[in-house]
């Protein structure tokens, strides 16, 4: 088996439902890929996704509810690919998803891949009229209502003209892939990381000081479908996380930068800035090859 894809879900079938749809088209041999569905104890159903043919295998993990980080941790102990594949069950992938991430790997060992995950905003059809659309009909119309988000066209293009030792920020599993042999490395998501935010970033953050590098790919596309949250609990949970994120490495400089990054207190120039002229002068020549710039010509950034 060459890849497992992991996707952890909570209370959203119908969103699942459309997101498997989008695996029966990829470009992928089906017989060397198996989805991992890892339901982090939802409230509702999920039947009606069991009664459904693929034509790749699936698997249904039914867990407690621990959180994201102990759900894709659930997950990848019981994969059986070369190459973990993460993405959430709320975003449909291109044909070209899965070839794009193995690719890469074959090209590297300790890589980090990171693809681009666009958005697709007010969908125009109902979830019922999207779960009755065949596979290729609704990706056509998903791929027609999508647009570049904010994060992937302006910061995460940025960042990689940054030295390696930013890269680990935009490690967000929404499409993101990893060897399967790496979590014996480096271990998995740290499950103290409760609600909603940063286990993702943290473990980024981890693979970078393990000597990983970050490839991102902006061919290696997906689909995100927007829709309502509860922001005031996400901030709540972004808040905790990030305390204990700085305070699980004694709050380094670099951790301080990224967490007024994070919060908008210091914008990108800044943190560039602060980084390069603080952190990187002994290392101020390790590059990638393929993203190497003259330092004295950088442009200002957002």
């Not at 749809?21 to 409230?43: R, T």
């Not at 490690?171 to 990893?178: P, V």
């Not at 596309?221 to 949970?237: G, P, T, V």
């Amino acid at each position: 088996m060459k890849i497992s894809i992991i996707i952890p879900t909570y209370n959203k079938p119908d969103y699942l439902t459309l997101t498997l749809k989008s695996f029966c088209l990829m470009d992928f041999d089906p017989n060397e890929f198996e989805v991992i569905v890892c339901n982090d104890g939802s409230e509702c159903s999920y039947d009606s996704i069991g009664k459904i043919s693929y034509p790749y295998s699936l698997r249904i993990l039914m867990l407690q509810h621990k959180g994201r980080a102990a759900a894709r941790n659930a997950a990848i102990q019981a994969a059986r690919g070369e190459v973990i594949v993460f993405n959430d069950d709320d975003t449909l992938a291109a044909p070209e998803f899965l070839s794009g991430h193995w690719t890469r790997h074959l090209l590297c060992e300790r890589v980090v891949v990171l693809g681009e995950r666009r958005q697709v905003y007010g969908a125009g059809r109902t979830m019922h009229e999207m779960m009755h659309m065949a596979s290729a009909e609704l990706l056509s119309w998903t791929v027609q209502r999508s647009r570049q988000s904010l994060f992937t066209s302006q910061i995460t293009r940025k960042i990689f003209q940054f030295p390696i030792s930013r890269h680990w920020i935009c490690s967000l599993t929404g499409n993101m892939s990893l060897k399967a042999a790496t979590f014996s490395e480096i271990g998995g998501f740290d499950e103290a990381f409760a609600g909603w935010g940063l286990e993702d970033i943290e473990l980024g953050y981890r693979l970078y000081q393990g000597g990983f590098f970050f490839y991102y790919d902006p061919d290696i596309i997906n689909y995100h479908l927007e829709h309502l949250r509860n922001k005031s609990e996400m901030f709540r949970d972004t808040y905790k996380n990030m305390e204990y994120f700085l305070s699980k490495y004694g709050y380094p400089k670099d951790l301080e930068y990224f967490r007024k990054l994070y919060y908008g207190h210091m914008s990108l120039k800044e943190y560039d800035h602060c980084t390069f002229q603080e952190m990187d002068r002994e290392t101020e020549d390790s590059y990638y090859p393929l993203f190497r710039i003259n330092t004295s010509q950088r442009k200002d950034t957002i």
